[in-house]
């Protein structure tokens, strides 16, 4: 069974960075086609689609939305089978539960407004920025 548990969000101050880890078990990340981060904002509609933050694929080529690109980066360890979104800079409209995704279909590419070609996902984790 597959499992993504995303850890390392929390209550910051605006400003400041938090890294955000999502580990893997039962897969082997290096067998994904895409790896990504999206995030669902708070008073948002669940059933909307998730907002798309970044994405890497195989190959190592990554993808931001313009709101955290320059502040932002993925990143994955193939040893530890670990996804990372290091957060710098954090603003208060960062604040939102961030979940880890993943799929294995070739024929999909990598791209985050493509939420439902995303398979396997995690239950997220709540980040908070305050002013």
């Known amino acids: 069974q597959v499992q993504l548990v995303e850890s390392g969000g929390g209550l910051v101050q605006a400003g400041e960075s938090l890294n955000l880890s999502c580990v893997v078990s039962?897969?082997?990340?290096?067998?994904?086609?895409?790896m990504g981060w999206f995030r669902q904002a708070p008073g948002t509609d669940p059933d909307t689609e998730r907002e798309?933050?970044?994405?890497?694929?195989?190959?190592?080529?990554?993808s931001y939305g313009d709101s955290v690109k320059g502040r932002f980066t993925i990143s994955r360890d193939n040893a530890k089978n670990t996804l990372y979104l290091q957060m710098n800079s954090l603003k208060a409209e960062d604040s939102a539960i961030y979940f880890c995704?993943?799929?294995?279909?070739?024929?999909?590419?990598?791209?985050?407004?493509?939420?439902?070609?995303?398979?396997?996902w995690g239950q997220g984790t709540q980040v908070t920025v305050y002013t």
């Open positions: 798309g933050v970044a994405v890497l694929a195989l190959d190592g080529s990554a």
């Open positions: 995704a993943a799929h294995t279909n070739i024929w999909a590419g990598c791209n985050r407004g493509y939420e439902s070609a995303f398979t396997h």
């Open positions: 039962g897969y082997t990340v290096s067998g994904y086609r895409c």
